[in-house]
């Protein structure tokens, strides 16, 4: 099992930035590749970023690529988004996701454990 708890949400005007931070601990971090989802009303839960395992692989949504940066410290057992140059269209919750496997998924299927989400809202 792992655990994973989200923070650093919270409301910003268009153009500012927040970064995501996800603690994670149960089964070894360092073995799991993870992930960033979101999820705005009404909508389905969509994929915006994941990173592998040794963090050597990351992959973006089209519309998150060149605003939002995923990383991870093995060592801190954390996950981060930096989100940059936010838009209205970037409102959601923002969910962590780990996955039993070392290499990336893009898809909500691929990962295996959750956390609760955090609130991120961009005004206009």
């Given at each position: 099992?792992?655990?994973?708890?989200?923070?650093?949400?919270?409301?910003?005007?268009?153009?500012?930035?927040?970064?995501?931070?996800?603690?994670?601990?149960?089964?070894?971090?360092?073995?799991?590749?993870m992930?960033?989802?979101?999820?705005a009303?009404?909508?389905?839960?969509?994929?915006?970023?994941?990173?592998?395992?040794?963090?050597?692989?990351?992959?973006?949504?089209?519309?998150?690529?060149g605003?939002?940066?995923?990383?991870?410290?093995n060592?801190?057992n954390t996950l981060?988004l930096?989100?940059?140059?936010?838009?209205?269209?970037?409102?959601?919750?923002?969910y962590?996701?780990?996955?039993?496997?070392?290499?990336?998924?893009?898809?909500p299927?691929?990962?295996?454990?959750?956390?609760?989400?955090?609130?991120?809202?961009?005004?206009?």
């Amino acid at each position: 099992q792992v655990q994973l708890v989200e923070s650093g949400g919270g409301l910003v005007q268009a153009g500012g930035s927040l970064r995501l931070f996800c603690a994670a601990s149960g089964r070894t971090f360092r073995n799991n590749a993870m992930g960033w989802f979101r999820q705005a009303p009404g909508k389905e839960r969509e994929f915006v970023a994941a990173i592998s395992w040794l963090g050597g692989t990351t992959d973006y949504a089209d519309s998150v690529k060149g605003r939002f940066t995923i990383s991870r410290d093995n060592a801190k057992n954390t996950l981060y988004l930096q989100m940059n140059s936010l838009k209205p269209e970037d409102t959601a919750v923002y969910y962590c996701a780990a996955r039993a496997d070392k290499r990336i998924a893009v898809v909500p299927a691929g990962f295996d454990y959750w956390g609760q989400g955090t609130q991120v809202t961009v005004s206009s």
